[in-house]
């Protein structure tokens, strides 16, 4: 299993970005597709996470409302649309993915089995 995130930049407070991330060789339909972000100094938290089964999506409460995460069937692509930007989102974005996480341990990193490499966004206020 592979992830490759894109997508990020640099922005305005207010603005919008959409990342993208695109995982190869997953298998079956227990999987899930998470969003995580690491600003300097402090430790990956948890942002977004779709799940394949069912498709419920969720996030964090400091994100909940601004971002949307979605799949493309087709391309086989995970999105993070993030709307009205804000300084503190500022971090390196990374997508991760994992098979058979309960609901319970959907915003654990623990969680995943495989992750991308990261794409930095950066919010000018």
């Known amino acids: 299993v592979q992830l490759q995130a894109s997508g990020g930049g640099l922005v305005q407070a207010g603005g919008s970005l959409r990342l993208s991330c695109v995982a190869t060789?997953?298998?079956?339909?227990?999987?899930?597709i998470g969003w995580f972000r690491q600003s300097p100094g402090k430790e990956r938290e948890f942002v977004a996470a779709?799940?394949?089964?069912?498709?419920?999506?969720y996030y964090s409460d400091s994100v909940k409302g601004r971002f949307t995460i979605s799949r493309d069937n087709v391309k086989n692509m995970v999105y993070l649309q993030m709307n009205n930007l804000k300084p503190e989102d500022t971090a390196v974005y990374y997508c991760?993915?994992?098979?058979?996480?309960?609901?319970?341990?959907?915003?654990?990193?623990?969680?995943?089995?495989?992750w991308g490499q990261g794409t930095q966004v950066t919010v000018s206020s």
């Open positions: 991760a993915t994992g098979s058979r996480i309960i609901v319970s341990s959907v915003r654990r990193e623990a969680s995943y089995d495989y």
């Open positions: 060789g997953l298998t079956g339909s227990g999987w899930t």
């Open positions: 779709y799940r394949r089964n069912g498709g419920a999506t």
